[in-house]
C-alpha cells in the first residue's frame, strides 16, 4: 500500500543546536567495553555500583540495567530486587519492589528510580539482591545511565532523518554512522563476516525516540526511547535469503547469527527493504525503525547513536510532528518476485513484508507474505469474486516451500483460488509469549500468535477491495493445520494432516520448551493449560453440536502410517479421525500417498463450499479403510475414509423443517455401490430438537424413481442421520429429509 502524499510532506526537519546541558549516557560494569570499568563488585547475591562518576549536580533521565542471561522458557522468575535495609546476622535483607522489565525486548530492567535514589543517596547504596537469575556474575552486567551534564564521549550525530506514516505504522529512516559493508548486493557470507567483525571492534545500536513535542538534546531525557537498531542489519532483507532443508543441499550452505536455524546459501546476493510499494529499496547503510502506533496523536523523533552503551549528544536531528493513525492490519510492502516453471506452467509468487509485534508475534519482528499469481487465475470483479486460499506450508512454517511455487503449486493447487501464503511463523499451535526475552513461564502465558497471522492474512484478503474476495469462500491448507478447524468462523474448508493431537505427537515433544513445562504446560491466552488445549480430539468430542469446517486429510509428505509416522508417533492419527467419526463431522482422510493421492479429485469441491452453507457429514461407509485403534499393527495400510462420496452444493435445500441434497460418486469408487450414513452438519435453517421425528427419501435422478425410503429420529445433540443411504456408481441420486407429522 503506497503512503499518501500528505502522509510524507506533513514530516518535516528540526536541527537542534547545542545546548549548555548536554545527554550523556556512560556504562558501569567490569566488561571491557564499559566506559566505568571495575565499578560493579557482587558478593552475598549483591551487586554493588560504584557511580562516583556521576556529577553530584547531574540529573538523571533514565538507567537500564542489562544482565547477560540466557533467554529462553525460565521455570523461575528472574529478580533483582533493590536492597533497603541489608542483611544483618540471621536476618535476611530487606528489600524493595523489583526491577521492571523493559518492552518491546524485556531483556532489560528499568533502573531509573533505583539510580536516582542511590544518586541522592550515595551512603545509602545497599546495592541490588539477585533473588534468581541463573548465570549472573559481576563481568557479565553493564548499567547504562543517561544523565544532564557535558558529554565525555566523540560519538558521531545521526543524520539524514526522516519519518514516513503509513497503515498504522511510522518507519523512521536515518543514515548510519558507519559502512563497513561497502557495497550494494554482497553475499550473505561477506555480511555475515562483515557483521561479526563489527561487533567484534565494538557495539554500536542507534537508539529511537519518541516525544508529543519536539526533541532537543535538553529535552531528550523527556523523550520515550521506542527502539533499538542494531548496526548494519536493519536495511538488509534477512528473510529473502535462500535457504536449504538439509545442509549442502544443492547450494553451499552457512550457519549464521544472523539467521539461526537456517541452512542459509553462501553466495545469495543480499537485496534491502523497501518500505513503500513502487519504490526503490532503501539506500546502503540505512537504519530502519518500524514502530506500530496503539495510540493516535501528533509526535515528534529522533535517533541517536550509542557506542558499548555510551551516548553523547550535543546537536540532534527531529522530524515531526508526524500525523499518527492505528491501523486493523500492518503495512503490507511488496518486496520481490519468485518466478518457477513446472510441467503445469510458470508460476509467479509476489513476496510482501511487514514488520510485526504484538498480537502477531512477542517481539518485533518481519514476515513474510506471499500472494501466488496462478496464470490461470481469473480476474476478480464486483460480480465475480474469487474464493481465498491462505498457506502456510509444510511443518507450518518452511518458507523455501512457499517461495517454490512450481513444488507447492503443482500439489496443492485448488483451481481459481486467490492464493496469501505465510511462512516462518514458528510452531503454529504457538508459544509463549517469554520466548526469547528474560521473563519466566509464571510471567506471561502461551499465545497463539502465528495463528493470529493466519486469521489476520485472511481478514487482510477479504477487506483489501482490489482482491474481490468472497468472505464466505476462504480456505486454509497447512500440514499442522487442524487448529484451524477452531476458526469455522472464517473458514469454509480445513485442508491439513490428521496430526490434531500435538499433545501426544513425537514432534510436538521437541516444542515442549514452547508451551511450558510440566504435564500440563503453562496456561495459555483462554486460561486453559496449552497442553491439554493442543489435544483437539477431546475438544471435538466433548463439543459435538459445534459446526467445524469441511476438513480434507492427508499426508504432507511420504505414507501414512510407514513413514511420517517417525516424525509423529501413531496414535495422533487415529485419534483425530475417530473424533470426527464419531461426532458426526463433515470430512474426508487418506494416509496411503506422498501429497493428496486419492483424496486429490474431492478438491474439485473445495471452491464450491461457502462457509454459509450445509454440509453433508458421512460415516460407516462400506469403501472405507480402518485407521486402527491403540497399535500401528492393527491399520490398514491404504485407502481412506469418505473418499468417494461426492455432492453438489449449489443445489442444497436448507429450510426449516426440510433438507435436500444431491449425492453421487466419483474418484474411481473401487465397488458399484457405497452404502453409507449421512448426517446434515452445519445447517442455516434446518434444526432439529433431540427426539424429533424425520422421513426420507433416495431418489434415482435418472429414472425418477425411489430408490429408498425411511424414517430417522434426531439423536441427543439434535443430530439427524440416514443410516444405510445407497449410492450406484454413475447415478446422481437426491436425497430428501423433511419432519414427519404428528
Known sequence: MRASIGTIVSTLLLVAAAAAGDYATETWGNTPACQHRNSVTYADRVLRFDLSAIPRGAKIYRAVFRPAVKRRGYKGTILFCPVLKPASGDAEPKLGEPLKLLGPYYRSFDATELVRRWHRQPQANHGLYVKWAPGVRADNIVLEVSYSGRARADIPAVTGVKALHQAGQTFITFKE??????????????????????????????????????????????????????????????????????????????????????????????????????????????????????????????????????????????????????????????????????????????????????????????????????????????????????????????????????????????????????????????????????????????RNYPQRRVLAAAAWGVWKKDFYIDPQRVYFWSQLGSWALRYADVFAVVMSNGYGNLAIGKQAQNYSWAFGPGALGAKNWLGIHQWVYMDLPKWIRENPTTELPYWLCWPAYGAYPSHTIGDFGYLPWPEMLHAMHSTKRAFAAVWNSNGPGAIGKLRSLVTRIRRNQALPAFGNCNLDASPGDVNHAQAQKSGGINLYQFWEPETIVDKAGEFEITLYLDNNPPAEQCITDLTPRRCQKFKAAPGQKFKWTNTDLADGKVLQSGRAVADKWGLVTLEKVRVLTGRKHRIKIVRAGG
Open 177 to 446: 554512522v558507519e559502512d563497513p559493508v561497502g557495497e550494494d548486493a554482497p553475499t550473505f557470507e561477506k555480511l555475515h563476516n562483515v557483521v561479526a567483525a563489527a561487533r567484534r571492534k565494538h557495539r554500536l545500536v542507534y537508539y529511537v525516540y519518541r516525544s508529543d513535542r519536539p526533541i532537543t538534546p535538553d529535552t531528550l531525557g523527556l523523550a520515550q526511547r521506542v527502539a533499538e537498531v542494531p548496526e548494519i542489519i536493519s536495511c538488509w532483507n534477512l528473510k529473502a535469503v535462500a535457504n536449504t532443508e538439509h545442509p549442502n543441499q544443492g547450494a553451499q550452505t552457512m550457519k549464521s547469527f544472523l539467521r539461526p536455524g537456517y541452512n542459509n546459501v553462501r553466495n545469495y546476493r543480499m537485496t534491502r527493504y523497501r518500505i513503500v510499494d513502487g519504490a526503490e529499496p532503501l539506500p546502503r547503510a540505512t537504519g530502519l525503525a518500524v514502530i506500530t502506533v496503539r495510540k493516535a496523536g501528533r509526535r515528534y523523533y529522533a535517533v541517536t547513536a550509542a557506542i558499548d552503551g555510551v551516548e553523547a549528544v550535543r546537536t540532534i536531528q527531529c522530524v515531526g510532528p508526524v500525523e499518527e493513525k492505528t491501523s486493523k492490519f500492518p503495512a503490507i510492502i511488496f518486496q520481490r518476485s519468485v518466478v518457477a516453471r513446472s510441467r503445469r506452467g510458470q508460476r509467479r509468487v509476489d513476496v510482501y513484508n511487514s514488520w510485526v509485534g504484538p498480537p502477531y508475534h512477542n517481539l518485533p519482528t518481519q514476515q513474510e507474505t506471499y500472494i501466488c499469481r496462478w496464470e490461470d487465475l481469473p480476474k476478480g470483479s464486483k460480480d465475480h469474486r474469487l474464493p481465498l486460499w491462505v498457506v502456510t506450508g509444510t511443518y507450518g512454517s518452511t518458507a523455501a516451500t512457499i517461495q517454490n511455487p512450481g513444488w507447492w503449486g503443482a500439489r496443492k493447487h485448488l483451481t481459481g483460488a486467490f492464493t496469501i501464503g505465510l511462512a516462518e511463523g514458528g510452531i503454529w499451535q504457538g508459544f509463549h509469549e517469554c520466548i526469547g526475552t528474560l521473563r519466566s513461564y509464571d510471567q506471561g502465558v502461551v
